[in-house]
């Protein structure tokens, strides 16, 4: 099993930045990608990022990009989500989630493991 907790999630101001960590435990070894979603009122669950563990591969959403960037640290134990230039729009609950085969990266149900969520607000 693979534990993931979510952090960091806070209100910002329009143009502000915020950064999102997603602590990884247990038998994180058997992961093979890590990605980021997310939930606004209203709406389905998008996706917005991903990062391969271990060749550090990475992707977006047409949405976020050029704005987020996703990144992982040395010990492969913390996968976190840099978020700039904020828009209104991009006001949701956040989400981590983890993945233990290749895949389409997109996919939601490709995801074994997911965190609980952070409320990111971002007001004009």
């Known amino acids: 099993q693979v534990q993931l907790v979510e952090s960091g999630g806070r209100s910002a101001q329009a143009g502000g930045s915020v950064r999102l960590s997603c602590a990884v435990s247990g038998q994180s070894s058997t992961l093979f990608a890590m990605g980021w979603f997310r939930q606004a009122p209203g709406q389905e669950r998008e996706w917005i990022s991903y990062?391969?563990?271990?060749?550090?591969?990475?992707s977006y959403a047409d949405s976020v990009k050029g704005r987020f960037t996703i990144s992982r640290d040395a010990g492969k134990s913390t996968v976190f989500l840099q978020m700039k230039n904020l828009r209104g729009e991009d006001t949701a609950v956040y989400y981590c989630?983890?993945?233990?085969?290749?895949?389409?990266?997109?996919?939601?149900?490709?995801?074994?493991?997911w965190g609980q969520g952070t409320q990111v607000t971002v007001s004009s």
């Open positions: 989630a983890a993945r233990q085969y290749s895949g389409a990266v997109w996919k939601e149900g490709e995801y074994e493991y």
């Open positions: 990062v391969s563990l271990n060749e550090g591969v990475t």
